[in-house]
């Protein structure tokens, strides 16, 4: 994988699950050490220079554990942001400051434990932030949040890159509209390789460009005409609309076409047809994009990449109903702990209730007290 991330830019990383962006992102933290080539944060190697790298770093992972169960949420940012030697007189502004953005005033005194989950993730979102960091790394920060706290989230991502000039941030998300409103440019990741790598319009560009319309062209007849093309652009006639006397029409506009035309010969090619103001032109959205992009890569791989030497084929490999005869095969002896967990005394009913040391001891002690 080969990637370059400018300074003062949002970067967003998309692929399927396990396609290696938050493996990517913990190399690039230093949680994880490179199995080949380098890596650089800030100019900083990620291996040799890791203190340095930490020391201008930020990182927001969804569902990760939210610190001490113990600690209050401003208690928890208190302690984080000492961690980084963060001044007193500046952290107890900047966590106010967060407290509020991530919607958690309320909250402000609470025990993390006592938080749900989407409470906590916010407190993660405000935690990342803590130390005023130049480069942030956003591993699907939203995960968890109602769509009101991942709406503040994202305005004030952009609100924060925008404040001061350098600011860098590396995200990685499913939510495709998260990576349209906020990303410079998207790599589009499978395998550990990189699909694609442009701004959101050069990815529309690259994968079927152009514009997806729908129209609604009210016929008198009620009948389909017989229009194979317009403009010389194909289209789809779709399903009537009895009640409106109108029939879909479908087609897609190529980047250097002009609707206006489609229209023009739309109108020009009888009279028994004209298009009704329900006209709904769609682009395709990011997630469409990367979804083509890494279906084509998988399909490319499925055709070329070789079969490991050794490899049993399908065809030959053993049914797993053949499982339980090979185990009660003569001869074959199944292990010692296993015989163990299922061997029962004849004595023995057969479902004894549970029984264990602390509910022995549990039981003697009710005994022993009288009832009121």
Request: glycine fraction near 10%.
């Amino acid at each position: 994988m080969d990637l370059r991330i400018e300074r003062g830019e949002v970067f967003g990383l998309l692929g399927p699950n396990g396609a290696g962006k938050t493996t990517l992102i913990k190399i690039l933290t230093t949680l994880l050490f490179p199995t080949a080539g380098q890596a650089r944060v800030e100019g900083f190697d990620v291996v040799r220079d890791a203190q340095e790298v930490r020391r201008r770093i930020g990182l927001v992972s969804g569902g990760e554990s939210s610190g001490y169960g113990i600690l209050t949420v401003r208690e928890c940012l208190w302690m984080f942001s000492q961690f980084y030697g963060v001044p007193g007189r500046v952290a107890g502004p900047r966590i106010a400051a967060l407290i509020e953005t991530a919607g958690l005033g309320e909250q402000a005194r609470t025990r993390i434990n006592r938080l749900s989950t989407g409470q906590r993730q916010r407190m993660n979102f405000a935690r990342g932030f803590v130390s005023d960091p130049d480069v942030v790394f956003l591993d699907e920060p939203t995960l968890g949040m109602d769509v009101n706290a991942a709406r503040a989230m994202r305005e004030y991502i952009a609100r924060w890159v925008r404040e001061q000039p350098g600011r860098t941030v590396l995200l990685t998300t499913h939510y495709m509209r998260e990576a349209e409103e906020l990303c410079d440019r998207i790599a589009i990741i499978d395998h550990g390789r990189v699909l694609a790598c442009d701004s959101f319009a050069g990815l529309r560009r690259l994968v079927e460009g152009g514009q997806h319309v729908e129209l609604e062209v009210r016929v008198a007849d009620g009948g389909t005409p017989a229009l194979p093309s317009l403009a010389g652009v194909p289209i789809v006639w779709g399903a009537p609309h009895p009640e409106r006397g109108t029939r879909a029409l479908k087609f897609r506009l190529p980047p250097d076409g002009s609707l206006a035309d489609v229209l023009r010969e739309l109108e020009a090619r009888g009279r028994a047809s004209r298009p009704s103001p329900r006209a709904r032109p769609r682009s395709r959205t990011c997630s469409s994009r990367s979804s083509a992009a890494v279906s084509r890569s998988r399909t490319s791989a499925r055709t070329t990449r070789p079969r490991p030497p050794g490899r049993r084929e399908h065809a030959g490999a053993q049914p797993a109903r053949d499982l339980g005869a090979r185990l009660r095969a003569p001869g074959r002896r199944l292990p010692r702990a296993h015989l163990a967990r299922h061997r029962r005394h004849p004595a023995e009913p057969r479902h004894a209730p549970l029984s264990s040391c602390s509910t022995a001891r549990w039981a003697r002690r009710a005994r022993s007290r009288p009832w009121p």
